[in-house]
T-cell receptor, first 113, second 115 residues
Framework: AQSVTQLGSHVSVSEGALVLLRCNYSSSVPPYLFWYVQYPNQGLQLLLKYTSAATLVKGINGFEAEFKKSETSFHLTKPSAHMSDAAEYFCAVSDGSQGNLIFGKGTKLSVKP | EPEVTQTPSHQVTQMGQEVILRCVPISNHLYFYWYRQILGQKVEFLVSFYNNEISEKSEIFDDQFSVERPDGSNFTLKIRSTKLEDSAMYFC?????????????FGPGTRLTVL
């Protein structure tokens, strides 16, 4: 069965600093992986997804993630944090052919001025 | 940009009462989902729905839960007799297709509080 683990329930960075949010997956089949973001009082919004076409995936708002099979990881990065990046970020894996998503617990990102 | 909407944003109910959570999926989408997140825990899949029937459901989705698409726009989740442990944020999602790579679009959620 597929699962994802997000390391760090809360990450704090300074504005302009590198953002690194960690996600490791467990899957018996090639995984399809997603990062979603949730801003306060809003729904989950897709940032990017890995569908096996390319290991480095670029998403919206300057975020990207790299699929590393050897490390079973799909970490989310952004070179320079902005105050508007403060939100909760969820990593998810698609559960087989049905497409139902299995989520991690989420990482809350705080950005300090 | 089209979006999924949910009402109400917050529902407070007494244990044992029935609640109906409402969702309006994106208009040309065919696949609908409910997820929930208990405070401090993971977002969990409840049920998927297509062509007026349940496609898949999790162990959480027991006989107390039901889903319906009563008209061409709404998608509802009913909990017949709420329990304290049903307190959670409930998210509705929709997608144009249902494959492992298709994007699900989520609503803002309904926070259900059972007293």
């Amino acid at each position: 069965a597929q699962s994802v683990t997000q390391l760090g329930s809360h990450v704090s960075v300074s504005e302009g600093a590198l953002v690194l949010l960690r996600c490791n997956y467990s899957s018996s089949v090639p995984p399809y992986l997603f990062w979603y973001v949730q801003y306060p009082n809003q729904g989950l919004q897709l940032l990017l997804k890995y569908t096996s076409a390319a290991t480095l995936v670029k998403g919206i708002n300057g975020f990207e993630a790299e699929f590393k099979k050897s490390e079973t990881s799909f970490h989310l990065t952004k070179p320079s944090a902005h105050m508007s990046d403060a939100a909760e970020y969820f990593c998810a894996v698609s559960d087989g052919s049905q497409g139902n998503l299995i989520f991690g617990k989420g990482t809350k990102l705080s950005v300090k001025p | 940009e089209p979006e999924v909407t949910q009402t109400p944003s917050h529902q407070v109910t007494q244990m044992g009462q029935e609640v109906i959570l409402r969702c309006v999926p994106i208009s040309n989408h065919l696949y609908f989902y409910w997820y929930r997140q208990i405070l401090g825990q993971k977002v969990e899949f409840l049920v998927s729905f297509y062509n007026n029937e349940i496609s898949e459901k999790s162990e959480i989705f027991d006989d107390q839960f039901s889903v319906e698409r009563p008209d061409g726009s709404n998608f509802t989740l009913k909990i017949r007799s709420t329990k304290l442990e049903d307190s959670a944020m409930y998210f509705c999602a929709s997608s144009a297709d249902r494959g492992p790579t298709d994007t699900q679009y989520f609503g803002p959620g309904t926070r259900l509080t059972v007293l």
